[in-house]
């Protein structure tokens, strides 16, 4: 659908892109009663969806493309998608919805950059991993329909839930477990979802010169953790001893990888993390290599550092953000109450973490470490860079 150009524009679209400048949301919502066509363009040859993905406002986002808006409709100058605009804008919800929505990731404007490169390079990494782990929901759902008389791999009812699990963006062993737990229909489905997740890695690995190596190593991790619970599951059941009966599987997996070794290190999580590189089937791929290159070279950083930025990528702008000691989580709200220091999502990781962090608590409360650095603002950062940018190719 081509849009509308701005020299036939109605009073009442022109007062849309207005209502879209000002955030107005009640005001658009009214516009848009009679408006029956929102694949308009202004003098910039933007449309509303692409000014409301660069303003960051998820929620007029997702009331346009409810009143049809065509989100790969594209006649900016340099080539801006609605979806580069959204990576700039440092948003990660308007970027989902732009993406369920259908936009295309792999589009790139005048000078060559997708809008997970723009948002790389504005610092934007939550946008980077969104939209670099996103997977088309039609990709599990085919694993939902029955071929060749043979039942389903996946049972249908658990589709949404494990779409969400393989887009998920921390990839933290405990994080992934506590998905595992907070989906629904996951847990109870365990072998299913392995097995999904092996055929994907292997289907993705077997598309030839179009396929997407990081992807497929991260069904292959996701399938690793999972088989992990199946194990300890089945071991929980055949050979409970009487701490175990006390605990659930998310704790019994957490003890285990958050458990400290020397100078705390997190020793087996380094262990369970190179177990499942050294069994990526696919050992020819250059992401495999490139992995074992960061793991065993002079200066090797963890090893969970080392597999987020090969499937995240690396991060420009770092903000020192404070993390969940638990499930990794970026900007924890949380402290521990009694040191201070130990920062959680939630009283849930703050129990999680408990059995191993009450052996440091007091300690850390006596001698708390606290850092006095000034960082640079990285929005302020950003939107210096994004009005560049926009500028720069006027």
Known sequence: MSAVNDSVLSDEELKIFKAIEKNDCVLLKTLLTDQKNVNIVDENSMTPLQHAAYKGNAEIVQMLLDQ??????CEHQHKYTALHFAGLSGNVDCCIYLLLAGAKSDVTNSVGRT????????????????????????NVDIFTIA????????????ADSFHKFIMQVNIHPVKVVLNIHNYVG??????????????????EMKKGAENNETMAFKFHYLSYVVGEIIKIKQKQTTNKTDDEKKLDITELFTRKILKPGRQGVLEFME???????REFPFRESNLFR???????????????????????????????????STCGEEKAPKKCSKCKVVQYCDRNCQRLHWHWHKKACAKLAQNPEYLDKTTPDTNEISSELQNFLINSEK
């Open 186 to 203: 996951l847990g109870e489905h365990l072998p299913e979802c392995k097995k999904v997740l092996e055929l994907m890695c292997e289907k």
């Open 68 to 73: 049809g808006a065509n989100v790969n409709l």
């Open 115 to 138: 809008p997970s490169q723009m948002a790389a390079f504005v610092g934007h990494h939550n946008c980077v991993a969104t939209i670099n782990n996103y997977v088309p929901k039609e």
């Open 271 to 277: 262990g369970f993390i190179k177990d499942c590189v």
């Open 147 to 158: 071929t060749d008389g043979k039942d389903t791999e996946l049972p249908a009812f658990i």
């Open 290 to 324: 490139q992995i074992v290159a960061s793991l065993t070279g002079d200066n090797p950083a963890g090893a969970l550092n080392v597999l987020s930025a090969a499937i995240n990528g690396q991060r420009g702008f770092i903000d020192n953000a404070s993390m969940c």
